[in-house]
């Protein structure tokens, strides 16, 4: 049995420009006794879904931009809070959270609610883990939409930045999420970095956002490196479907030369729409993008 926290319900009152409902599992193979949260709008019948994976340390909050021009098209939009985020609950021991922790949780949630023909829209986290599903389940993804993200395979340094940003967490155990996101996201109101803020009252809850950065699969022979080398390997000879990529330039880990080393591991991968002014949390332009991603994929 894994010792948890849960996020008290009120903490998510009036949360700006965030409708929708939250959904719960708690039967989770592999994860019973733990309870998950994601969205889930549009109709369940859709002969598509958008699968939105958030990074670190934000949660389903974060692509409340972009939901709303997915449904436009009639589609179903599912976007889940990794365990330790958003409104999931949040094991306490940082040593819960593993790659392969995360990586499964993603693989038994997609089989739980059946998605198929799935636009994988990931960032961050999102991708890092996201990707990796492919060619676990090659039957159920058909587009990617992918935003300042690696696949981290050990084979290359991922630099100066992701440094920093490791070394900052060390030093700051009880990081403001509000600070953060208003640093990466001038424009964002003080309500919505509180939104960001909601799954997290205290330190004890952090556990999972301090832990994220120590199991990036950064050398040769971390946990993820395997199964990471065999996507890009799947991504670069087998993948069809179709592929809109977007950078954030103000990313100081993960931005456009990263996301260049991305671009050649993806098989006809299109040159990227650029975003000069954003950020690490692309998201936060996700309006744009996820039209702009729409005209691509229609074209």
Not at 25 to 44: A, S, T
Not at 154 to 175: C, N, Q, S, V, Y
Request: proline share 8%; net charge negative; aromatic share 12%.
């Amino acid at each position: 049995m894994i010792d948890y926290l849960r996020t008290p319900e009120d903490r998510f009152d009036n949360l700006p420009n965030f409708p929708f409902l939250p959904h719960y599992l708690e039967d989770l193979m592999g994860y019973e006794g733990l309870r998950l949260h994601f969205v889930d709008e549009g109709p369940k019948q859709s002969q598509t879904t958008f699968l939105c994976l958030h990074g670190e340390p934000t949660w389903s909050y974060l692509y409340r931009k972009m939901i709303p021009v997915f449904l436009e098209t009639g589609a179903r939009v599912v976007a889940p809070d990794f365990f330790g985020f958003g409104r999931s609950d949040k094991p306490i021991e940082e040593s819960t959270y593993t790659f392969h922790f995360h990586r499964e949780f993603l693989l038994r949630f997609i089989e739980k609610l059946d998605l198929e023909n799935i636009t994988l829209v990931c960032q961050d986290w999102g991708g890092i883990l996201g990707l990796t599903l492919l060619p676990d389940m090659p039957n159920r993804f058909s587009r990617l939409v992918i935003m300042n993200t690696v696949l981290t395979t050990g084979d290359f340094p991922l630099g100066k930045g992701f440094e920093e940003w490791r070394t900052w967490i060390h030093a700051h155990p009880d990081m403001s999420i509000a600070k953060l996101m208003k640093r990466a996201c001038p424009h964002l109101t003080e309500a919505e970095c509180m939104a960001y803020d909601a799954p997290f009252p205290d330190r004890r809850f952090k556990a999972g956002v301090r832990r994220f950065p120590d199991i990036v699969p950064a050398e040769p022979d971390s946990e993820g490196t395997k199964v990471s080398r065999r996507t890009s390997a799947y991504l670069n000879s087998q993948w069809k479907g179709n592929i809109f990529l977007a950078v954030g330039l103000n990313d100081p880990v993960l931005g456009e030369l990263t996301m260049n080393v991305l671009r050649k591991q993806i098989k006809g991968c299109p040159p990227p729409y650029i975003i000069p002014e954003g950020s690490h949390f692309l998201q936060e332009w996700g309006d744009i993008i996820a039209r702009e991603a729409l005209t691509a994929f229609s074209t």
